[in-house]
């Protein structure tokens, strides 16, 4: 079967996260969203294991599910269309923070358990280390060579991930604290590293220019705080739905079976330039080698952003496509998507009548988003939402790329665009629609 599955995300014990973040609340988002299966989150956390044991029952081999009666009192407050079975798979994101080489290494790692019996063996070792009850991503004074070794003797069977490979401060490649190389990061056990996690800030094709990263999967995730956030990128699979299929595919980093990613475009991620955020300093990699990597506004160093760490490790141009890469789409999230039609914030209450009224006609947002007929999300909604849709589809958007932790800033419609397609409208059918 084919499935759309989000593996990063955290429960409502981390810090920033919205009360939603349970199962219930999961489980409601993911079924509008679309997304068939979901990471747990936080399966280190004390409190949501607990909580997690008591609701979640076993469903496929591996995989979670809530019992019958509460799908079905969940279901009365997800459309018709909508409704689906989905299941929940074990994972925990996991930040380390220790000394190599005389650097501090700051890394994200993102981890995957075929049980909760596995998970807690997981837990034992790492609660020896330092505490996991303080925040459902637990940030702990180790090494991440030895976190691999603790997950792959807990069972052969888990997935580490590199989480947000690239971001500045915390990963495995990022500018301020991470490695050159898998190896160097994960030593003689970087052979069992099978996936990275691309982030926000950077898509496929920028993960292609480093040959090294060929034999690896790259996946792409939300890694949400909030159950609105789920899916904003996410993973399509085409196997059965099991702990063990998914995961060969991974290991396998089989195009047929793990068929494409669905991603943010990179520029909208927050650490996809270099620059000064607190200055309103943004630069391309090219303005941060010939300023020497200073901030023209107060002379100190800029946080190198994605843009340029990628180019810093690349050995192959800008284009360069491996064999056998599996395709991937760029998306806005449905949400902004109406806003900018409206002309509105996207938390806005016209927003989400908007919203659920497609969702309600139409299906789940990932139909809406890649797959429904254009000119059927204008009769559910406006052309000129149907016409955002189109284009985000098709990439014409303009954006003004994120940098220092800003997040970038997406627009459809240029000057003037928003009034010519108007204008169009009402002359083809004798209506302004807004």
Same mark, same amino acid.
């Given at each position: 079967m084919?499935?759309?599955?989000?593996?990063?995300?955290?429960?409502?014990?981390?810090?920033?996260t919205?009360?939603?973040?349970?199962?219930?609340?999961?489980?409601?988002?993911?079924?509008l969203?679309?997304?068939?299966?979901?990471?747990?989150?936080?399966?280190?956390?004390?409190?949501? %294991?607990?909580?997690?044991r008591?609701?979640?029952?076993?469903?496929?081999?591996?995989? %979670?599910?809530?019992?019958?009666?509460?799908?079905?009192? !969940?279901?009365?407050?997800?459309?018709?269309?909508?409704? $689906?079975?989905?299941?929940?798979?074990l994972?925990?994101?996991?930040?380390? !923070?220790?000394?190599? $080489?005389?650097? =501090?290494?700051k890394?994200h790692?993102?981890?995957?358990?075929?049980s909760?019996?596995? $998970?807690?063996k997981?837990?034992?070792?790492?609660?020896?280390?330092?505490?996991?009850?303080?925040?459902?991503?637990?940030?702990?004074?180790?090494?991440?060579?030895?976190?691999?070794?603790?997950?792959?003797?807990?069972? @052969?069977?888990?997935?580490? !991930?590199?989480?947000?490979?690239?971001?500045?401060?915390?990963?495995?490649f990022?500018?301020a604290?991470?490695?050159?190389?898998l190896?160097?990061?994960?030593?003689?056990?970087?052979?069992?590293?099978?996936?990275i996690?691309?982030?926000?800030?950077?898509?496929?094709?920028?993960?292609?220019?480093?040959?090294?990263?060929?034999?690896?999967?790259?996946v792409?995730? @939300?890694?949400?705080?909030?159950?609105?956030?789920l899916?904003?990128?996410?993973?399509?699979?085409?196997?059965?739905l099991?702990?063990?299929?998914?995961?060969?595919?991974?290991?396998?980093?089989?195009?047929?079976?793990?068929e494409?990613?669905?991603?943010?475009?990179?520029?909208?991620?927050?650490?996809? #330039?270099?620059?000064?955020?607190?200055?309103?300093?943004?630069?391309?990699?090219?303005?941060?080698?010939?300023?020497?990597?200073?901030?023209?506004?107060?002379?100190?160093?800029?946080?190198?952003?994605v843009?340029?760490?990628?180019?810093?490790?690349?050995?192959n141009?800008?284009?360069r496509?491996?064999?056998?890469?599996?395709?991937?789409?760029s998306?806005?999230?449905?949400?902004?998507?109406?806003?900018e039609?409206?002309?509105?914030?996207?938390?806005s209450?016209?927003v989400?009548?908007?919203?659920?009224?497609?969702?309600?006609?139409?299906?789940?947002?990932?139909?809406?988003? #890649?797959?429904?007929?254009?000119?059927?999300?204008?009769?559910?909604?406006?052309?000129?939402?149907?016409?955002?849709?189109?284009?985000?589809?098709?990439?014409? =958007?303009?954006?003004?790329?994120?940098?220092d932790?800003e997040?970038?800033?997406?627009?459809?419609?240029?000057?003037?665009?928003?009034?010519?397609?108007?204008?169009?409208?009402?002359?083809?059918?004798g209506?302004?629609?807004?």
């Amino acid at each position: 079967m084919r499935f759309i599955a989000d593996f990063h995300t955290h429960s409502h014990y981390s810090r920033a996260t919205s009360p939603e973040m349970n199962v219930a609340g999961l489980t409601r988002w993911a079924q509008l969203k679309g997304t068939t299966l979901i990471g747990t989150g936080d399966f280190t956390h004390p409190e949501w %294991f607990g909580e997690m044991r008591e609701t979640l029952e076993p469903a496929e081999e591996g995989l %979670f599910k809530l019992s019958d009666a509460e799908e079905r009192e !969940i279901a009365r407050e997800v459309p018709e269309r909508c409704r $689906a079975a989905m299941r929940f798979l074990l994972t925990v994101e996991v930040s380390t !923070i220790y000394k190599r $080489a005389g650097r =501090v290494r700051k890394v994200h790692s993102l981890i995957l358990a075929p049980s909760f019996a596995v $998970a807690a063996k997981i837990n034992d070792a790492l609660r020896r280390i330092g505490n996991i009850a303080s925040d459902g991503r637990p940030i702990l004074g180790l090494d991440t060579e030895e976190l691999l070794k603790i997950v792959l003797d807990a069972s @052969s069977e888990c997935v580490l !991930i590199p989480a947000h490979a690239w971001t500045p401060h915390f990963a495995v490649f990022g500018s301020a604290s991470g490695f050159d190389s898998l190896e160097e990061a994960f030593g003689e056990n970087a052979k069992y590293i099978y996936a990275i996690e691309s982030g926000l800030s950077s898509d496929p094709a920028m993960n292609w220019r480093l040959s090294a990263l060929d034999r690896i999967a790259l996946v792409s995730n @939300s890694d949400a705080h909030s159950p609105r956030k789920l899916g904003r990128e996410a993973n399509v699979f085409k196997t059965e739905l099991s702990y063990r299929a998914v995961t060969d595919a991974l290991k396998r980093n089989d195009a047929q079976d793990f068929e494409s990613t669905i991603e943010f475009y990179p520029e909208e991620g927050k650490y996809h #330039l270099d620059g000064h955020r607190l200055c309103k300093a943004r630069l391309n990699p090219d303005e941060t080698l010939a300023r020497g990597g200073l901030c023209p506004v107060c002379g100190k160093a800029v946080t190198v952003g994605v843009l340029s760490r990628v180019d810093s490790l690349a050995d192959n141009p800008a284009g360069r496509r491996p064999a056998g890469a599996r395709p991937f789409r760029s998306i806005v999230p449905l949400p902004e998507i109406i806003a900018e039609a409206l002309e509105v914030g996207p938390q806005s209450k016209r927003v989400d009548e908007r919203y659920f009224a497609l969702l309600a006609a139409i299906g789940n947002e990932f139909h809406v988003l #890649l797959d429904a007929p254009i000119e059927d999300i204008a009769r559910a909604s406006t052309p000129l939402i149907a016409e955002a849709v189109r284009r985000v589809r098709s990439g014409q =958007v303009h954006i003004s790329p994120g940098y220092d932790g800003e997040y970038g800033t997406v627009r459809i419609f240029d000057d003037g665009e928003r009034e010519a397609f108007a204008a169009g409208a009402a002359s083809a059918q004798g209506t302004l629609f807004v």
